[in-house]
């Protein structure tokens, strides 16, 4: 089973990822993880990403393709989080489910800022806010055409929104 988590920056994709994959037996693929783990390893491309993150922007499609399609080259079973973010980078993926965790803009700027992250400022978590409705809310409605959509509202509290998306994901 082929699985995207799409939710706002803040909006619990990881969170939700990682505890989807743990029930269902699946690969947990972070493509915020392994740009942080280029960086980490000082590789050429982690410089370029890290000078990207430093500005508080997201890595530009090009960069994030480098990383995450060697990832899922060759797996049938995996939750993905965080890419693609764009119509460009959807292009010969397939997935199975689409969720899509809907949080409104002040719980987002909430949570954002309540982790303390030197780079989720206001100034910053608006621009990323901006650039995920230009470049990522059209996949919403890609995948809710391509009949593979499952939306949940991701407000509420983890263990709500986790039980209903196991339901949904086994009663599928």
């Known amino acids: 089973m082929r699985i995207l988590m799409l939710a706002p920056p803040g909006g619990g ?6 505890r989807l994959a743990k029930e269902l037996g699946l690969d ?7 740009l942080r783990a280029e960086v980490a390893a000082d590789t050429p491309l982690g410089r370029e990403v890290a000078g990207v993150m430093q500005r508080g922007a997201l890595a530009p ?9 060697p990832a899922i080259a060759g ?19 397939d997935f199975h489910h689409v969720i899509y965790l809907d949080v409104t803009e002040d719980e987002i ?5 309540g982790r303390g992250r030197a780079d989720d400022t206001e100034e910053v978590i608006e621009a990323r806010l901006r650039q995920y409705h230009s470049d990522t809310m059209p996949l ?23 039980a209903e998306l196991l339901e949904r994901l086994r009663n599928s």
């Open 13 to 18: 994709k990881g969170t939700q990822s990682i």
């Open 75 to 93: 797996r049938d079973g995996f939750i993905l989080d965080g890419y693609p973010r764009t119509s460009s980078q959807t292009e010969g993926l």
């Open 61 to 69: 499609d090009e960069l994030v393709d480098q990383v995450i399609r």
């Open 28 to 34: 947990h693929i972070s493509s915020g993880d392994l």
């Open 109 to 113: 700027k909430r949570r954002l800022l």
């Open 140 to 162: 919403i409605d890609l995948y809710r055409d391509a009949g593979v959509l499952m939306a949940v509202d991701g407000s509420r509290p983890p263990d709500e929104i986790a």
